[in-house]
């Protein structure tokens, strides 16, 4: 075996490390196979991204646990960027800048650490585009997508993200029925450097650590089916999903997970537009426990010129293996208007009821994004999700 830092590299990471590996060359390979002359003459290597600035102060005003309650002033960058290098072959690249530890005090500008989130080899062949490295799985929407200041903050429990492997996704039209895209990945958690962070250290990432997907291994998987431009509902998209993450150190069990989303957005006359979604997921043996859990996710949000609002609501029900069930709710409502230097402020209140501790908490926002190309660079709609104050090591469902 070899050292890498303060961490043991053996034969398993070495394997996975040549899978990937493999894969990239494959995909190389497949790029100069199928490049037509005439495309590479009309090609520039480009690099275009976007570049989201947060500023947000969360204060937990009132909770019947006193020791709950505190303020935490915090930033939040996040890159993305994508490398175009063929008319075929690209680099993927993130990085997020946050708060990289759980708020238990007071805090203003504390425990800020800055991470590669995203790195990896991406192609498209026969109207398919695959990535091989560091990337988030596809698995639902809400985690995302729920409007609201803190609309995404259960939902989050079961996003998939800093993964290394494989995935593939292939779109097809079905005229009037729709487009739509089916997804499959095979990862397993990152446990390399980049699991780590600078300025503030969140800590290396060890398959000893345990929690569902962290084998060293490719045998996590997850597959979905996306939807939109649906003509007999304008507005209408829908997700479904399937997961499997196999069981880590201490883990008793298998998780597998399903999830189903509807999204639509409606463009009223008075030039306002109102977006619904709604999603539920439903894991068994979640957290790689003998517990079972279920999320109910709707938000509703509007916006009109410069304003926009938002009502959002989870329900997290876990039931427990050993009897019984533990359920959480949160509710939130939220504002904002852009100004026309394009900086967000918005405002949130939030409710939250976890097993009988209720707390109240208000927000204020203020973000911005930048977008930049150099010449050449085709036109990309980058997604930066949202995501949590505080990133856990191992994905886990039960908090």
């Given at each position: 075996?070899?050292?890498?830092?303060?961490?043991?590299?053996?034969?398993?990471?070495?394997?996975?490390?040549?899978?990937?590996?493999?894969?990239?060359?494959?995909?190389?390979?497949?790029?100069?196979l199928?490049?037509?002359?005439?495309?590479?003459?009309?090609?520039?290597?480009?690099?275009s991204?976007?570049i989201?600035?947060?500023?947000?102060?969360?204060n937990?005003?009132?909770?019947?646990?006193?020791?709950?309650?505190?303020?935490?002033?915090?930033?939040?960058?996040?890159?993305?960027?994508?490398i175009?290098?063929t008319?075929?072959?690209s680099?993927?690249?993130?990085l997020?800048?946050?708060?990289?530890?759980?708020?238990?005090?007071?805090?203003y500008?504390?425990?800020?650490?800055?991470?590669?989130?995203?790195?990896?080899?991406q192609?498209?062949?026969?109207?398919?585009?695959?990535v091989?490295?560091?990337?988030?799985?596809?698995?639902?929407?809400?985690?995302?997508?729920?409007?609201?200041?803190?609309?995404?903050?259960?939902?989050?429990?079961?996003?998939?993200?800093?993964?290394?492997?494989?995935?593939?996704?292939?779109?097809?039209?079905?005229?009037?029925?729709?487009?739509?895209?089916?997804?499959?990945?095979?990862?397993?958690?990152?446990?390399?450097?980049?699991?780590?962070?600078?300025?503030?250290?969140?800590?290396?990432?060890?398959?000893?650590?345990?929690?569902?997907?962290n084998?060293?291994?490719?045998?996590?998987?997850?597959?979905?089916?996306?939807?939109?431009?649906?003509?007999?509902?304008?507005?209408?998209s829908?997700?479904?999903?399937?997961?499997?993450l196999?069981?880590?150190?201490?883990?008793?069990?298998?998780?597998?997970?399903?999830?189903?989303?509807l999204?639509?957005?409606?463009?009223?006359d008075?030039?306002?537009t109102?977006?619904v979604i709604?999603?539920?997921?439903?894991?068994?043996?979640?957290?790689?426990?003998?517990?079972?859990?279920?999320?109910y996710?709707?938000?509703?949000s509007?916006?009109k010129?410069?304003?926009?609002?938002?009502?959002?609501?989870?329900?997290?029900?876990?039931?427990?293996?050993?009897?019984?069930s533990?359920t959480?709710?949160l509710?939130?409502?939220?504002?904002?208007?852009?100004?026309e230097?394009?900086?967000?402020?918005?405002l949130?209140?939030?409710?939250v009821?976890?097993?009988?501790?209720?707390?109240?908490?208000?927000?204020?926002?203020?973000?911005?994004?930048?977008?930049?190309?150099?010449?050449?660079?085709?036109?990309?709609e980058?997604?930066?999700?949202?995501r949590?104050?505080?990133?856990?090591?191992?994905p886990?469902i039960?908090?």
């Amino acid at each position: 075996m070899f050292r890498s830092g303060a961490r043991a590299w053996g034969p398993a990471h070495i394997s996975s490390i040549g899978n990937a590996l493999a894969g990239v060359s494959f995909f190389a390979l497949a790029a100069t196979l199928t490049l037509a002359p005439a495309a590479a003459d009309d090609f520039t290597p480009y690099v275009s991204g976007e570049i989201l600035f947060e500023l947000e102060n969360d204060n937990v005003f009132s909770s019947s646990d006193p020791d709950a309650e505190f303020n935490s002033l915090y930033p939040t960058v996040e890159l993305a960027a994508i490398i175009g290098l063929t008319p075929v072959f690209s680099i993927n690249f993130g990085l997020t800048m946050e708060q990289v530890a759980d708020p238990d005090a007071d805090n203003y500008f504390k425990d800020i650490g800055l991470y590669i989130d995203t790195v990896n080899i991406q192609a498209e062949l026969m109207g398919a585009t695959f990535v091989a490295g560091k990337f988030a799985p596809t698995f639902g929407k809400a985690w995302d997508e729920t409007p609201g200041l803190f609309g995404t903050d259960l939902a989050e429990d079961y996003e998939i993200s800093e993964m290394i492997g494989f995935g593939v996704a292939y779109p097809f039209d079905a005229g009037d029925n729709g487009t739509h895209t089916l997804s499959a990945n095979a990862f397993f958690v990152d446990t390399t450097f980049m699991s780590e962070s600078l300025f503030t250290n969140r800590g290396r990432v060890s398959t000893a650590d345990g929690g569902p997907a962290n084998t060293g291994t490719l045998d996590n998987f997850s597959i979905t089916l996306d939807g939109e431009e649906i003509s007999s509902v304008p507005g209408l998209s829908y997700n479904l999903g399937f997961t499997y993450l196999s069981a880590g150190v201490g883990d008793v069990a298998d998780q597998t997970g399903y999830v189903f989303g509807l999204t639509h957005s409606t463009d009223l006359d008075n030039g306002a537009t109102v977006g619904v979604i709604g999603e539920i997921a439903y894991f068994n043996n979640a957290g790689g426990t003998l517990d079972d859990a279920t999320y109910y996710t709707a938000g509703l949000s509007f916006e009109k010129d410069s304003w926009h609002g938002e009502l959002a609501g989870t329900i997290r029900q876990i039931d427990l293996a050993a009897d019984g069930s533990q359920t959480t709710r949160l509710f939130q409502a939220s504002g904002g208007y852009v100004f026309e230097n394009e900086v967000d402020l918005t405002l949130g209140y939030a409710h939250v009821d976890e097993a009988g501790t209720i707390s109240h908490t208000v927000g204020i926002q203020l973000s911005k994004s930048f977008s930049f190309a150099t010449p050449g660079a085709p036109e990309e709609e980058f997604d930066l999700p949202e995501r949590r104050p505080v990133r856990e090591t191992v994905p886990t469902i039960v908090q």
